[in-house]
């Protein structure tokens, strides 16, 4: 049998699926997308008198995704960057690797008392009060592994502090942003062995602003999305 060429590739196949730090970063904002329209519901179904704070609109990568709404629109949002991944020195040579990411989440608003010098405040408390839902929302025990138990081992917010993004930028309207640092410990694949089967949430990316929209299961639209049922940890 003769030896392979020295400059011949040696991997065969086409390498398409996405790294487990992509899958992480879509999840999170795939089940914020779907606790998000789940809270709205239940705020408008009790008559909620803030009802309109909980329809809040979820990005990944967009580096300003307030640019993606008229003026006269309320804008409540929040962007999932990938803003860095570390593995250990200790990591095997071959098969899985442990990685750690940290994901900026950003959580805007604009101020609501348009016409009114207090607009800054409006905008500030109204980014906190996304930040809330965020925070209880991926810290809570429906979501210890983020719906991956074989792929994410933790998850813990390390940083939260609020800004503005740069004041040309905005225009007439007053935004306020509030950033928070999630780190996510999990487990990378690699090429030559088998992959961490996983099956994740159902959910539509707009290719334009990055928008996720996530979709509620077959069980969720029969029996309506404000039913207070936890999403179970795979």
Request: charged letters at 25%; a negative charge; hydrophobic letters at 35%.
């Amino acid at each position: 049998m003769s030896e392979p060429q020295k400059n011949s590739p040696r991997i065969a196949e086409l390498i398409k699926d996405r790294d487990n730090v992509e899958v992480v970063r879509d999840q999170i904002a795939a089940l914020l997308s779907l606790e998000m329209q789940n809270q709205h519901e239940l705020a408008k179904n009790a008559d909620a008198s803030d009802a309109d704070d909980y329809d809040i609109e979820i990005y990944v990568e967009n580096s300003r995704p307030y640019d993606t709404t008229d003026d006269d629109e309320v804008v409540s949002l929040v962007n999932i960057v990938c803003q860095e991944v570390t593995a250990p020195h200790s990591n095997p040579r071959m098969g899985n690797q442990k990685s750690q990411a940290i994901f900026d989440i950003y959580c805007v608003a604009d101020g609501s008392n348009f016409g009114s010098f207090r607009d800054d405040k409006s905008a500030t408390f109204r980014a906190w009060k996304i930040m809330r839902l965020v925070r209880r929302i991926i810290m809570s025990e429906q979501y210890v592994y983020l719906g991956m138990r074989r792929i994410v081992t933790s998850r813990t917010f390390t940083k939260m502090e609020s800004g503005t993004p740069n004041p040309g930028a905005q225009g007439a309207k007053f935004f306020s942003v509030i950033k928070a640092s999630l780190e996510v410990q999990f487990v990378e694949g690699f090429i030559g062995g088998p992959s961490v089967p996983f099956d994740g949430y159902d959910f539509e990316v707009i290719p334009e602003d990055g928008q996720v929209i996530a979709e509620f299961s077959i069980t969720d639209r029969v029996t309506g999305v404000a039913n207070n049922n936890p999403i179970e940890e795979e």
